[in-house]
């Protein structure tokens, strides 16, 4: 299955009893209102989605159920109960940063063991990619050391929240970050991404900017950009120098020129992420006029559509 062949079907979840011996559970599953309703079209009964303005023939639906029915579900909750508290407690950690006083850690590369351990050659993954808006600018009117300070202590930041959302930094890019967060449950992951990149722009924008003026720093700003899809889990490089894992495909690099196209503060994100986020995301996303020079397409010809993450 193809990225663009995935979707999702947003139920109300009601739970009607949990078995902790066998790790079952019964629910009675409805289905989001805000979403979906039932039209009859060309006399057939079929699930009208609001939101993809699509038609999903009753048929269809009905089979889509009986495989949920017995399946395994994937469940990975972000690692902290709230976004906002999390970052009131960092901003002390944030001062110990620039004051040189926070242990030094060790030197730990959790996303190459977990490629590692990969059995399979590909693999459905979320990108996030972050940068610093305006970094070059920063980096000529600092001095080095206070410039390579910042950056040493955005990046810390950014990747101490990466993994509370069950993801993995894939790079460090001077200025920036790639993360990504992958398969089992290619569906929620995406809700996982989302909620990472929004944590990420509170954190500079509530917590970072907060602390850095009292070192005599201006506010900074980032963009973020999401996109999801296949890709390779390869090899690269040379075992005499450096060689190392990496993820290859073209969601990566589209996740970066997606990043390109937000604002200061903004993240966007690409249609095949938005497609496979839940009701909840997906009503605070809306359609971004494309840049005059994009130039990605999907297979039918149509222009690969981006849409800007409000405020949640």
């Known amino acids: 299955m193809s990225a663009m062949d995935r979707f999702r079907i947003d139920f109300i979840q009601d739970i009607i009893e949990v078995n902790e011996t066998d790790h079952t559970f019964h629910a009675k599953l ?11 079209v060309g006399g057939e009964e079929c699930l ?5 303005d699509e038609y999903i023939p009753k048929s269809f639906y009905e089979d889509a159920v009986k495989q949920i029915v017995g399946a395994p579900i994937y469940f990975q909750p972000r690692l902290i109960e709230n976004p906002d508290e999390y970052i009131i407690k960092r901003v002390s950690n944030i001062r110990a940063e620039f004051n040189d006083s926070f242990p030094k850690p060790t030197f730990k590369d959790k996303s ?4 590692e351990e990969l059995e399979v050659n590909e693999l459905g993954f ?27 202590v955005l990046l810390f930041e950014f990747s101490s929240i990466i993994p509370l959302f069950h993801g993995h930094i894939l790079k460090y890019t001077g200025d920036g970050i790639i993360a990504y967060f992958p398969e089992p449950s290619f569906i929620l992951k995406n809700d996982l991404a989302i909620d990472c990149a929004i944590t990420l722009r509170k954190l500079v924008y509530q917590g970072i900017n907060s602390v850095i003026k009292d070192y005599g720093y201006d506010d900074i ?8 899809g296949e890709a390779s889990i390869m090899t690269i490089g040379n075992a005499e120098t450096k060689q190392h894992k990496d993820i290859i495909g ?16 903004g993240i966007n994100l690409g249609e095949i992420t ?3 986020l839940h009701t ?33």
Not at 112 to 115: A, I, K, P, S, T
Not at 132 to 150: A, E, G, P
Not at 251 to 257: E, I
Request: glycine share 4%; hydrophobic share 35%; proline share 3%.
């Open 30 to 40: 409805s289905l989001d209102p805000r979403r979906y309703e039932w039209k009859m």
């Open 48 to 52: 009208y989605d609001k939101l993809n």
């Open 112 to 115: 190459e063991e977990f490629l």
């Open 126 to 152: 979320v990108i996030l990619s972050l940068d610093i808006v305006n970094s070059t600018i920063l980096s000529t009117t600092l001095s080095s050391d206070k410039y390579s300070k910042l950056i040493s």
């Open 221 to 228: 700003n980032i963009r973020i950009g999401l996109d999801s």
């Open 250 to 265: 073209s969601v990566v690099s589209l996740a970066a020129k997606i990043q390109n196209t937000a604002e200061a503060g």
């Open 274 to 276: 938005l497609r496979n």
């Open 280 to 312: 909840g995301w997906r009503l605070i996303c809306t359609k971004i006029n494309l840049p005059a020079n994009w130039k990605y397409q999907k297979e039918n010809g149509e222009p690969y559509q981006i849409y800007k993450v409000g405020t949640a």
